[in-house]
């Protein structure tokens, strides 16, 4: 009678045992560099997404803003290279007749706005494009007060419009982490005296943005705007 032989089981060795390690170690490692890399990648490309959104929604509001308007007044170009005490340079401004909203054909107080870069720091409150125009809480007198052209053609517009009663404290931010400003007339020249052009401005924002990492960047945003209105014969482009 004969007997099955038994399988005898052998246990790994230490070289085995040891070669095993180093493999599954190299094979970890490469795991975790390519995880790693992808990782790095999407924040990089979220950074950048979040940086260029912030910058194109400043853009896009401030241009709105300016396509919907009849009439621009006073224009203060600003600097992209700074502006204020330490630029130098006034802060970029623009008086506009937002529309004829009871189609008078005549200019209202509360037809008036002001668009206007505030140069001051962002920890200060600054930094940003600021949109003024007359509160709902405006008496109605006041509102309703025909202002005409010269209001907004007046170089010292917007300090005389701000201090009308709440319009300061009524400011909205059109674009934040806004530090330089620039706007400008379009190749048309802003409409001219030629009554027949619908005017166009260019402008520009310095805006900075803050990255995951820690980074602070600057980008230029660009924009271009034609007013709904041809001109109005006045030149009045600033």
């Known amino acids: 009678m004969t007997h099955p032989r038994s399988r005898r089981h052998h246990a790994l060795t230490l070289v085995e045992l040891t070669i095993g390690l180093v493999v599954l170690t190299i094979i970890l490692g490469a795991v975790a560099g390519v995880t ?9 490309s979220d950074d950048a997404m979040s940086e260029m959104l ?12 300016l396509r919907t ?12 290279a700074g502006t204020g005490a330490a630029g130098g ?10 529309g004829d909203a009871n189609g008078d054909g005549r200019i209202q107080l509360a037809e008036v706005a ?12 600054g930094g940003a494009i600021r949109y003024y125009q007359a509160p709902a809480s405006m008496p109605p007198a006041d509102a309703a007060a025909e202002v005409g052209p010269g209001y907004l ?10 201090a009308e009663p709440g319009v300061a404290a009524a400011a909205t931010v059109l674009a934040a982490h806004v530090t330089a400003a620039q706007f400008a ?26 990255a995951r990492s820690g980074d602070v960047r600057e980008k230029l945003r660009y924009g271009t705007a034609g007013l709904r209105s041809p001109g109005d014969g006045t030149g009045n482009n600033g």
């Open 89 to 98: 340079e006034p802060a970029a401004a623009m008086m506009i007749w937002k």
């Open 69 to 80: 308007a009849k009439m621009v007044g006073t224009v203060r170009p600003g600097s992209l």
């Open 153 to 162: 053609t007046d170089p010292s517009a917007p300090e005389t419009f701000k």
């Open 114 to 125: 002001l668009i206007e870069h505030d140069p001051s720091p962002a920890d200060a409150g």
């Open 54 to 65: 912030a910058g194109q929604r400043g853009v896009t509001a401030v241009a709105q803003v």
């Open 185 to 210: 007339p379009g190749a048309d020249g802003g409409g001219g005296a030629d009554p027949s052009v619908r005017p166009t401005f260019d402008f520009a924002l310095k805006v900075q943005q803050k």
């Open 36 to 44: 790693l890399a992808v990782s790095s990648g999407w924040r990089q």
